[in-house]
């Protein structure tokens, strides 16, 4: 993610551009825990949403209905989060082990830690590169399976989709495939120096699970 202005976003103040989740300038005043929310209502986690966030301030995050009932504010659902991460003990050694890690929200229910094996990854090759790759790829997965059928964006939202967004730390899986992943593509899937690229086989597949579910649940997938 980047905190600036998003130019080519469509109400221009933030969104998707190039694969990129770009917050709007608004959000340089914003402390993390207001950028990064959790719904109280059905604890998913959930990306601030500029102008029509409908995210109280912190000493207002309920309301009293007219019952007298105390119910919390449900914040916007437009960009929904699901954190991912990678690992590999012995890196790139014959017997190194690796796993990911997934979470859309706080509950067990949208929280994942999958070992990877070849079921998972049927190359012999176990390092936290592809590691991080496959966590994208589950994050993407998870959430189509988590949200089920297209709907229109929540309340408060002035376009007909919703976005995912992929946070990680990984600076080789966000730069990859928001970067290299388009000029590969036009080079004929090589490098700059004409050879092949490392870890092409998932960088591939995240492009095709990106691609896939985007056309299936109608969301815009970023990083």
Request: net charge neutral.
């Amino acid at each position: 993610m980047q905190v600036q202005r998003a130019l080519n976003a469509p109400d221009g103040c933030q969104g998707v551009v190039s694969r990129k989740f770009v917050f709007c300038e608004a959000a340089l005043t914003l402390e993390t825990d207001e950028l990064f929310l959790e719904c109280p209502c059905c604890n998913r986690f959930l990306g601030y949403c500029c102008p029509h966030s409908q995210l109280p301030s912190r000493n207002q995050r309920s309301i009293y209905f007219s019952d007298g009932e105390h119910k919390p504010k449900k914040p916007c659902h437009e960009y929904a989060i699901a954190f991912v991460g990678g690992a590999c003990l012995g890196n790139g050694q014959e017997n190194a082990t690796a796993g990911v890690g997934v979470a859309i929200g706080s509950e067990s229910t949208t929280q994942w830690a999958i070992p990877i094996d070849h079921s998972v990854d049927p190359s012999h090759v176990r390092t936290s590169q592809r590691a991080e790759l496959i966590a994208a790829i589950e994050g993407i997965r998870r959430l189509g399976e988590y949200d089920g059928p297209w709907e229109k964006a929540g309340p408060g939202s002035t376009r007909d989709r919703t976005t995912w967004v992929i946070t990680s730390d990984s600076e080789y899986l966000v730069s990859g495939i928001t970067e290299c992943v388009p000029a590969w593509r036009r080079n004929g899937w090589r490098t700059s120096c004409k050879k092949r690229p490392k870890n092409l086989d998932l960088f591939q597949k995240l492009d095709a699970t990106i691609e896939a579910h985007e056309r299936e649940h109608r969301v815009q997938v970023a990083f």
